[in-house]
């Protein structure tokens, strides 16, 4: 019997589940950690607490040296857009600039001087120009602390980073070599004018590796370290979004998976990429399949906002199980109440830059809102998926995350989009996605397509009532109609 390890190094922690060759979970593991705000508009985390959380993580859940000796491969989803600077030993030079800091907005303005227009850095990376992600950060490292950046041997991003402590050897997916900015994606190699404008050479920069591939095997240190095998093997893996929709099932194309939590983020997948449609575009984690993401990133974090401040006015503070009990008793829609979400589409290529809600009377209370703020967000969701070229197919929606536990939530997805909305039950899809990569890319499974098989997660499905399909897509043009009129105030 065979194990595989699936790591997820999000950006306030590191998971790690460990699964057997049929899929069975003998284990998991948590370990956070902190990021710095040194000066308005920066995020800074230590790599080497990357590191040290995998360390930690791995020898909790393969604790058993007889399970550890039975490790066949590991493999990783990770944060995008981190960049990390370290020397020849892989000693961080200065802290690791996350992908969330905006020190980086001055050097935008220098690609665009040098190199003519923001469609250059999209058409090759898939990724719209953005002063948080790697292109601009060594940029800004070039620019403003030239000493350091003499002294870095390697512009690494997190998997970069964790893969050359477990094998010597720097290796980054291409789905997060795009998110880096400084490769092409339909070429799949890195891009010479990129890297001039960056200030580096290939050689100070990750080798790229193809999802599912094998990057190579442990170092006798990193081995030693973790308590595993010297057989044991790293597999190239993916980018934290496409690792969750792999873990999800979402490998074909037509699967469109909608990640929900403080961002609502939809991703679907295709068997070609769509860059007329300005999504974000990736190279997705199964092999000759892409992706498109497209965030809200007020998706959640409204309803939370809600809650604690509406509600608390009340000298209440209720949980979501007691939010969803009696919103769903409300009328919002129904009554002409709407609400639309920062970031949300406004209309005409328009988003909304505040939120706002519509047709409030005084037969309204917060549970009134609460409903309207979940409806709203579902409106945006379903109305955002018309912007991609891969269509839901009729199997349905995938939902994961936060909202996926709200039975109300669930259900107006469902009705609104008129599709089965299917949830797995398992919470860390990122860690099930990177150890289908693994099996895959080790030999354990003979495809991922198996390792999908073999690791499938449960899950229950919410099916959309008729009924409530027809009158929300009623609503729903009232919902768009709305929109255009406050896009324009």
Known sequence: MQYLLGIDVGTTGTKALLFSETGRLLGHAYRAYPTATPAPGWSEQNPEDWWRAVCETVREVCHDPQTARRVAAISLSTQGGTMAPVDSALRPVRPAIVWNDSRGEAQKTVFLRETGDAET???????????????????????????????????????????????????????????????????????????????????????????????????????????????????????????????????????ILIGSGTAWVVTAIADEPDFSSGLAQSVAAVPGKWGSIWSLSSGGVCLEWLRKNLFSAEGMLPDYDQINTEASKRKAAESGLFFFPFSGQAGEGRVFRRAAFTGLDLSHDQFDLARAVMEGVAFQIVWMLESFRAKPSQNGLILAGGASKSPLWTQLVADIAGLPVHIPEVPDLACVGAAILAGAGSGVFSSVEEGCRRLAMQARTVLPDPDRTKQYHVWMEQYRNAAALLCRV
């Open 121 to 255: 850095m999209y058409q090759k990376t898939g990724w719209q120009l953005e002063g948080g992600l790697n292109a601009c950060q060594i940029r800004w490292m070039r620019d403003n602390e030239p000493e350091l950046f003499a002294k870095t041997a390697y512009f690494l991003s997190v998997p970069d980073y964790i893969s050359a402590k477990l094998t010597g050897i720097p290796a980054v997916d291409l789905s997060n070599a795009g998110i880096n900015q400084l490769a092409d994606i339909r070429a799949g190699q890195y891009d010479a004018e990129l890297l001039s404008f960056a200030g580096v050479s290939e050689d100070r920069l990750a080798k790229i590796v193809p999802s599912g591939q094998v990057i190579g095997c442990l170092t006798k240190e990193a081995a030693q370290t973790l308590g595993l095998s010297l057989d044991c093997v790293l597999v190239s893996g993916a980018h934290d979004q496409y690792a969750v929709a792999l873990g999800a099932g979402a490998n074909r194309a037509g699967d």
